[in-house]
Structures are given as structure tokens and as C-alpha cells.
């Protein structure tokens, strides 16, 4: 299992201390959750912080685009660092053409689907992808509570996967806490992000980390 703290609960005056802290503490990938006030309703980062963060750390970047057209940001972001870019499919009428545009700048390329979202919507792109997003929560804010019937929706893409022999990764986003975790690392999830029960107050990120660690198995 993978984890990938969200910097979206990070203290943001002192991100570069934030995100040292959670690749020393064991962390596998770094989720940054980009948002741009129309998709979701919060404003977040730009390509210019993926910039500045990409020299701070060794973690893979995990890019999570909650932007409308997220072609005309794909290039940006894919010059910053990126190191896999995650496109909704509620956002794009050519999903198709956005995943073939991430890989063709030499990006890893995830799909994303909201809560309300069937997996049909994305049924003819896995054979595509190097990821799949289940959100576990409506996406837009850090905190919010975990949502158990995405669960359903992990277990399908899982049986897909193997059925059809495909390799892409499966990945949950939003109220992962030692509660939750073992419900969808059951159902065959390998990424899991979390950003408030990682930064929470208290345990330090590392110790967060390992709770989670030990819930999922
Ligand atoms: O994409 C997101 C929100 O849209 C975040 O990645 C997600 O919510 C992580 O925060 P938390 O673990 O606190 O739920
Ligand atoms: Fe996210």
C-alpha cells in the first residue's frame, strides 16, 4: 500500500518544512490537490507552486487537477514536475484526448471520479490509464466525512482490473482515517491519500502514517 499526503492540510507558510517532514516520516507519493474556484468551489495552486515544490522533494508528485478544461493546464503542470497528473471526467467532454495529452508530455495518466459519477463514465479509458481516483468525498475540501458506499465502486474497478488484465493503480481521496482505510484497502485500493488525519494535531505525521499503515493491512 502507498500512502500520499495531501498538502492541502499543510501548513502553507511553511510548506517546504511540512512536506520534508512527511517524506521523512515515510511517506510514498505527494498529493497536491489543485484547484481553480469553478470545478470545486476553493481555490488552491498553481503550476508555479509544483515549480517551486518539485526541488524539495524526492516524492513522486501526484497532481489532482479539480479544474474545468484541464488540457490548457496539462502542459503547465507537466513542466513543473509533475509526475502523474489526474484529470476528472466530469471536467472534459474528451477525456480521451486529455489522458492521451498527459502521457504524450511523458506524465503518468490518472482518471478521477467524483461521488456521483458511475464507473461507466470512465469504462473505455482504463485499458489507457496508469491510475484510477475513486473520491471518497465530494471533492473541494481537506476534512470532510468519508464516504462508505465508494467502497462498491473500488471492489468493481478491482474486479475489472484483474478480470480484463489491466495494471492501472487504484487510488481513494478523501476522509482516509484509521476508521476507514480498512474498507477500501479490502476492496482492492493501493494509494491512499490523506491529508487532515496526516497533519492532524496531536501524533506526528510519521506515527499518522504508520496508524494508517497498520489499519490497512
Ligand atoms: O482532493 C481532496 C479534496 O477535494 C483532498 O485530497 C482530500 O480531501 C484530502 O483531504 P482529507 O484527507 O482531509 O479528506
Ligand atoms: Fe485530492
Redesign the pocket.
Known amino acids: 500500500m502507498k500512502i500520499a499526503p495531501?498538502i492541502?492540510?499543510a501548513d502553507f507558510a511553511h510548506l517546504a518544512r511540512d512536506i520534508q517532514t512527511v517524506q521523512q516520516g515515510g511517506a510514498d507519493l505527494l498529493?497536491i490537490?489543485v484547484m481553480d474556484g469553478h470545478f470545486?468551489p476553493n481555490l488552491t495552486f498553481g503550476p508555479a507552486v509544483v515549480a517551486a515544490i518539485r526541488p524539495v522533494t524526492s516524492l513522486p508528485l501526484d497532481v489532482?487537477m479539480?479544474v474545468d478544461d484541464p488540457e490548457a493546464w496539462i502542459p503547465a503542470f507537466a513542466k513543473a514536475g509533475a509526475d502523474t497528473l489526474l484529470v476528472h471526467v466530469e471536467a472534459t467532454p474528451h477525456i480521451y484526448r486529455a489522458l492521451q495529452l498527459i502521457q504524450e508530455h511523458g506524465v503518468k495518466a490518472g482518471v478521477v471520479v467524483n461521488p456521483g459519477t458511475s464507473l461507466s463514465a470512465i469504462e473505455e479509458v482504463l485499458p489507457l490509464v496508469d491510475q484510477v481516483l475513486v473520491m471518497t468525498?465530494n471533492?473541494?475540501?481537506?476534512?470532510?466525512a468519508f464516504l462508505p458506499a465508494m467502497a462498491q465502486k473500488v471492489a468493481q474497478l478491482a474486479r475489472w482490473r484483474s478480470e480484463r488484465g489491466l495494471a492501472f493503480k487504484i487510488e481513494v481521496?478523501?476522509?482516509?482515517t484509521d476508521q476507514t482505510i480498512g474498507t477500501v484497502a479490502a476492496a482492492g485500493a493501493d494509494i491512499f491519500?490523506?491529508?487532515?488525519?496526516v497533519f492532524a494535531k496531536g501524533d506526528s505525521p510519521a506515527k499518522q502514517m504508520a496508524k494508517l499503515r497498520a489499519a490497512g493491512q
Open positions: 495531501s492541502l492540510s498529493h490537490d470545486v489532482h479539480m468525498v471533492p473541494g475540501f481537506g476534512g470532510q481521496d478523501g476522509g482516509i491519500v490523506a491529508g487532515s488525519y
